[in-house]
């Protein structure tokens, strides 16, 4: 969380409930007028998506079917590992 943001959580959180609902709602009426679809993303998220294509493209994932096999397997059935 930005230096930024603390501070506006601070100073909301000054004021009377009823207007803290007030800045409550105009800043989802601000964040839906930026990205009616919520498609946009944080720079943190960027940076993970762009991790997660490398390791797709480098071959490191798990097959679905791997993980439910792993799930629903017996506990105490010998793995071949």
């Known amino acids: 969380m930005s ?3 603390r501070e506006m959580f601070q100073l909301v ?3 009377p409930e009823t207007e803290q609902n007030f800045v ?3 800043i989802k ?3 839906l007028a930026w ?3 919520f498609t946009k993303v944080t720079e943190l998220e960027r940076k993970q998506m762009e991790a997660a294509q490398a390791d797709l493209e480098q071959g490191e994932y798990v097959l679905h079917e791997d993980v439910w096999n792993f799930l629903t ?3 105490n ?3 071949s590992d």
């Open 3 to 5: 230096e930024k943001v």
């Open 13 to 15: 959180d000054m004021l």
């Open 24 to 26: 409550s709602e105009m």
């Open 29 to 31: 009426r601000v964040v």
């Open 35 to 37: 990205d009616p679809d």
């Open 73 to 75: 397997e017996e506990p």
């Open 77 to 79: 059935s010998e793995r």
